[in-house]
Structures are given as C-alpha cells and as structure tokens.
C-alpha cells in the first residue's frame, strides 16, 4: 500500500495557514541567527538580555520561539546589539515572473532562507 503525502511549499508557515507567513518565516529565521549568536558566545539569558537591553523572560521567549511579541525590526536592532551587520537589498522581479514576491533572510556563512508566499 502506498503512503500518501502532500508536498510541502517550503514555508512551513504557508503549509499550516498562518497569517503573513512571509513575515513569521522572516521572524523565525532571524530569531534562529540570534540564538545561534548567543549560543556560540555562552552567554546567559541573562547576559544576554543586558547585551540586547531586555529582560531575562523576553530572552528566554526568543530562545523558545515565541516570536510574537518580536517585530521584524527589533530583531534586527538584536543582531546589531550583539555586533553583526545586517544588511537589506531591495530588487525589482521581471515584469513578466509569475513567482510570489519574496521576503529573504540571509543567515550568514552561505546560508539562504527564503520566505515565499507560495512555493519557491
């Protein structure tokens, strides 16, 4: 007998109906840098809520994934806080693509996410 499946989109917020899938991939992704950040450097939750100018609760719910009290923006000021660039491209799409337009977080070291709003 064969299993059935569905493909995924390659945006596990699209596949579950999540609203603005782009942005909550865009949020994860980033979040995900910054543990890894905090992670490599051991600091605690504690260190690093005084590095990022929070409290320890607001560390300990990024480490955790709970990103909803977390904009796009104050994200970025984290990575800034914790001493990386952080830069933003901006590019048109050819008039004649058919794609979603994307939002992309680029992770560093060769690393590429890509948040599509449908399939890539």
Avoid: C, W
């Amino acid at each position: 007998m064969k299993k059935q499946y569905v493909e995924g989109s390659g945006n596990i917020y699209v596949d579950l109906g999540v609203g603005n899938p782009q942005e909550a991939r865009a949020k994860a992704d980033l979040a995900h840098r910054i543990v890894d950040i905090i992670e490599s450097r051991r600091l605690t939750q504690v260190q690093a809520a005084k590095v990022l100018g929070v409290d320890q609760p607001k560390v300990s719910a990024l480490m955790r994934g709970r990103l909803t009290d977390f904009s796009i923006e104050r994200l970025l000021r984290f990575l800034l806080l914790l001493g990386h660039d952080v830069h933003i491209a901006v590019t048109a799409r050819p008039r004649s693509s058919r794609k979603q337009p994307t939002l992309r977080v680029y992770a560093g070291q060769g690393r590429f996410r890509a948040a599509a709003a449908g399939r890539r």
